[in-house]
């Protein structure tokens, strides 16, 4: 097994093309990995497919039997799913899944001084490892 990522999104080129841009890596990719006997494991990661739905879409579009799922198991609980959400997310991608990633973090608070409020506004918190089960 290889384990590979889909992309992140980048600015200024439309989105349909980056996806399909992944799509067409990953066939390109499979078809010579299947050669030497390796499966791809595609890990919820980036931008691109990361939700289990938009993940589930892709290997079905991907359609090769050396490709699978690496699961990311914090990666649902960073979109904010809830656990009965989560659940329901591995049973969708059972069929695909040979491999899963465990983590754990903590958000740590971030704030932005404005100067023209003399106050601070709340930013995006920073995820920070933990030992499992600390988080």
């Known amino acids: 097994m290889v384990r590979i990522f889909t992309g992140y999104e980048r600015p200024g080129i439309p989105y349909d093309r980056q996806y399909a841009t992944v799509v067409e890596g990953i066939k390109l990719a499979a078809k010579e990995a299947q050669k030497y006997g390796v499966t791809l494991v ?30 990311d198991a914090w990666s649902p609980v960073l979109e904010g799913l809830s656990t009965e959400e989560i659940r329901q997310s591995i049973l969708k991608m059972k069929p695909y899944i040979v491999n899963t990633i465990l983590a754990d973090y903590v958000p740590l608070p971030r704030f932005n001084y404005d100067n023209t409020l003399t106050n601070y506004l709340p930013a995006t918190p920073v995820m920070r490892a933990v030992a499992i089960g600390e988080g």
């Open 42 to 71: 595609v890990q919820n990661h980036h931008d691109i497919a990361i939700h289990h739905d938009a993940m589930f879409w892709l290997l079905n579009e991907i359609n090769m039997p050396n490709v699978m799922a690496g699961w």
